[in-house]
């Protein structure tokens, strides 16, 4: 069965960098999906970026283009998020998730497996 298991969390300053691993296993991930989202208490889970494991496209928030990067190491079957810049409005459990054939990346209810989210603070 697929297992995402996310990495990397913690506390950093304004304007410092994260970088968030999510380990992916349980299959082959070819014509997958894989997001990251972010979940504040009270709000719903929002989009973060999202890249296709074949061909490597890529999706952003509009709120940390620039800023985050998201990439996939094929032979470590991992994805990565570079964050830098981090503002306290990043500040968030941020999760890992993974689909096929995902139409639409930055809908959240199409994943179809995710991890337990690993929190990132952002002190101002």
């Known amino acids: 069965q697929v297992q995402l298991v996310e990495s990397g969390g913690g506390l950093v300053q304004a304007g410092g960098s994260l970088r968030l691993s999510c380990a992916a296993s349980g299959r082959a991930f070819s014509g997958y999906t894989m997001g990251w989202f972010r979940q504040v208490p009270g709000k719903e889970r929002e989009f973060v970026t999202a890249i296709r494991w074949s061909g490597g496209s890529t999706y952003y928030a509009d709120s940390v283009k620039g800023r985050f990067t998201i990439s996939r190491d094929n032979a470590k079957n991992t994805v990565y998020l570079q964050m830098n810049s981090l503002k306290p409005e990043d500040t968030a459990v941020y999760y890992c998730?993974?689909?096929?054939?995902?139409?639409?990346?930055?809908?959240?209810?199409?994943?179809?497996?995710w991890g337990q989210g690993t929190q990132v603070t952002v002190s101002s």
């Open positions: 998730a993974a689909a096929p054939l995902v139409s639409r990346p930055l809908v959240a209810n199409l994943y179809d497996y």
